[in-house]
Structure formats: C-alpha cells, structure tokens
C-alpha cells in the first residue's frame, strides 16, 4: 500500500502475524490484498515449503517483503535467535542459509538476522564477539544476492536479556562489517520503550535503516492508540527520502479492518 503524503510517499506492509488474525493463516494474504495493501512480511514462512508460500503470494498478488531467520526451539537457547549464543554457530549457519533458500523463491529483499538471548552464564563481551563474528558470516552469504540483512534491537521490558544493547549497538555493527550487506531493522515500538527520543534517532541511523516497524506504547495496538506522536514521526521518516517499507506490526485494539483507519486519520 502506497499512501502519498505531503511529506513524501510511504509504502505500508501488513504482518501477518499480526494483522488479519481474524482469519486461518492461509487466507490472510487474500485478506491483506482485499484491505488494499500489495505487500506483507511475517516472521516465519518455515512452517510452509518456498513453492507454497509463493503460490499463496501470486494468487492474492503480493510482494513478501520481509522474513527473519529461523527461531530455535520453544524454550531453548536460541528460541530468539542464535546470533548471540555462543556454540550455536552450526545452528545459526543453517538458518541463515534456509532463510537466504525461502528469500531466493519468494523474492524476498530484507531478513531479520536474530539476535537472541545472552545466556546468562555466558560473559557479555564473549556473546558480542560470537555475536559479530555470527553477522559478518552472514553477510558473505548474501553478499550479492540482492538480499539485505536487518539486524533489530528489542527492548529489554518485552524480551529481558535480550543480546543487542540499542539500535545504536546494531548499527555500529553493521557498518563495521558492511552496511551496503547489513542495515538496522528500526521498529519505532521498541525505540520508544528503549529510550524514547524516536525522530531524532531515525534521522541519526537514517543512513544505515533497512527496515521500519511500527506499532503504539503503550499496549502495542496501531498508531494513534498510544503516547507515540505518530503524525510527526511518519513524516519525517517520508521527508528523510526513506524509500523502503514500513511494516504494519501491532496488535490491533478492535480488529484489523477497523483497526486500518490510522492511515486516513494520521498517514493522509
């Protein structure tokens, strides 16, 4: 969904983790094409083969726009991601390399490399190391795939031990290893609760921003639902020349198409 704004064009996705959970998996993509939207990201396509998830794209006419890499198992270590962990390195590897395979079919531009969890037994500056090490790897794999790896700090209330310190920490990172490969997944939610300051922030890491999110604080429900000026931070991210996708990832408050007025009433 592509809305013009007197700031500048944004080009909206819906989660479908998120949004029109209304609805069985399967026939949100329908569901998102019918409330005008042309692209979705979700975080897990694994649980359906490549042919699949694309079949379901082609037949509602949607781009995916963005996957994360694969989770760990419920309740292990790297149930968050294996980036962060050390001696999950052969994990870590195998689901680079399956999330590059899914990218390749879908057409997928951007996957959210996740961090994870610091184990609490593991030294901090050891997890880094892994950490940095884990990314730089993967960025030799998709070097020359078209394909941009996003890296995302989540806030310490939501997910405590979480690996990655801020955005900021994610962005020294990727330009370390290559920001043309690797960017900053910048959900403005978690910008929020992290420390706020959210304008000022974008427009600093602005060079190195592969990817935005939003959602509202408090309760994560849709713009305009929480504290979150969200009028003046969708148009500066429209005046900063950002030309990427904006993914819809919140809980709606009364349900997805109702919910879907925050475009008009803020955006427009």
């Known amino acids: 969904m592509?809305?013009?704004?007197s700031a500048g064009p944004l080009r909206l996705a819906a989660n479908l983790k998120w949004l029109f959970t209304?609805?069985?998996?399967?026939?949100?993509f329908a569901a998102a094409?019918?409330?005008?939207?042309?692209?979705?990201?979700f975080a897990s396509p694994y649980e359906l083969s490549p042919a699949e998830v694309r079949q379901l794209l082609d037949d509602a006419g949607l781009e995916q726009i963005l996957i994360n890499t694969p989770?760990?198992?419920?309740?292990?270590a790297t149930a968050s991601g294996a980036a962060y962990v050390p001696g999950a390195e052969q994990e870590f590897r195998d689901g680079v390399l399956r999330a590059l395979e899914y990218a390749a079919v879908l057409g997928t531009r951007v996957i959210h490399v996740m961090a994870g969890i610091r184990p609490a037994d593991v030294d901090p500056d050891r997890a880094f190391a892994t950490y940095v090490r884990n990314i730089s790897w993967a960025a030799d794999q998709a070097r020359g795939t078209g394909v941009r790896l996003a890296l995302e700090a989540i806030n310490k209330r939501d997910q405590p031990g979480f690996g990655l310190a801020s955005m900021e920490t994610a962005a020294?990172?990727?330009?370390?290893v290559d920001p043309d490969v690797v960017g900053v997944l910048f959900d403005v939610y978690h910008a929020q609760v992290d420390r706020g300051n959210v304008i000022e922030r974008f427009e600093?890491?602005?060079p190195v921003v592969a990817h935005v999110q939003v959602a509202d604080n408090p309760g994560r429900g849709e713009p305009g639902t929480g504290e979150i000026a969200y009028e003046r931070v969708l148009a500066r991210i429209a005046q900063?020349?950002?030309?990427?996708?904006?993914?819809?990832?919140?809980?709606?408050v009364a349900g997805t198409r109702e919910g879907l007025s925050w475009i008009?009433?803020?955006?427009?």
């Open 2 to 5: 592509i809305v013009q704004t």
């Open 22 to 28: 209304e609805v069985p998996f399967a026939q949100r």
């Open 33 to 41: 094409a019918e409330a005008g939207f042309t692209a979705v990201e």
């Open 71 to 76: 989770p760990g198992p419920a309740r292990s």
């Open 172 to 176: 020294a990172v990727a330009e370390a």
């Open 204 to 206: 600093q890491l602005r």
């Open 240 to 252: 900063s020349g950002y030309d990427g996708w904006i993914g819809c990832e919140y809980a709606p």
């Open 264 to 268: 008009e009433r803020i955006v427009r």
